[in-house]
């Protein structure tokens, strides 16, 4: 059975405080009442393709350092560990609205070729 990661895909952050939660780190957020959180889409549409690049590049890092983890390696959220992905063992599902725009159509292509 092929394992899934899904993650949130925002960041956010605690009025007050410096820590920025993105993507997967959210999930270990002890409180999400008070935080302001930041989308890279609005109503369908790509408005920010650098906030979608930084979200997708974390979610590749966790899932190379849980699968250098699985690996009999030692990967936890916190190492310092440089771990690659082979691309060919994971499937990614990205959506677009049906009438999208060319320009933000671009965009999505651009975020997709992020090349982890």
């Not at 009442?33 to 989308?39: L, S, Y």
């Not at 060919?88 to 999208?100: A, D, G, M, Q």
Request: glycine share 10%.
């Amino acid at each position: 059975a092929a394992r899934v990661s899904v993650f949130p895909n925002c960041t956010a952050k605690a009025k007050g405080e410096r820590q920025l939660y993105v993507g997967d780190a959210l999930l270990q957020a002890r409180e999400l009442g008070g935080m302001v959180i930041r989308r890279p889409h609005d109503r369908g549409f790509m408005i920010n393709a650098d906030l979608e690049r930084d979200i997708w590049q974390k979610g590749f890092n966790s899932l190379a350092a849980a699968a250098a983890g699985g690996a009999g390696g030692s990967a936890s959220a916190g190492s310092k560990i440089k771990a690659s992905l082979e691309c060919k063992h994971y499937s990614l599902l990205l959506t677009e609205p049906l009438f999208n725009f060319d320009s933000v159509r671009a965009l999505a292509e651009e975020v997709r070729d992020i090349g982890v």
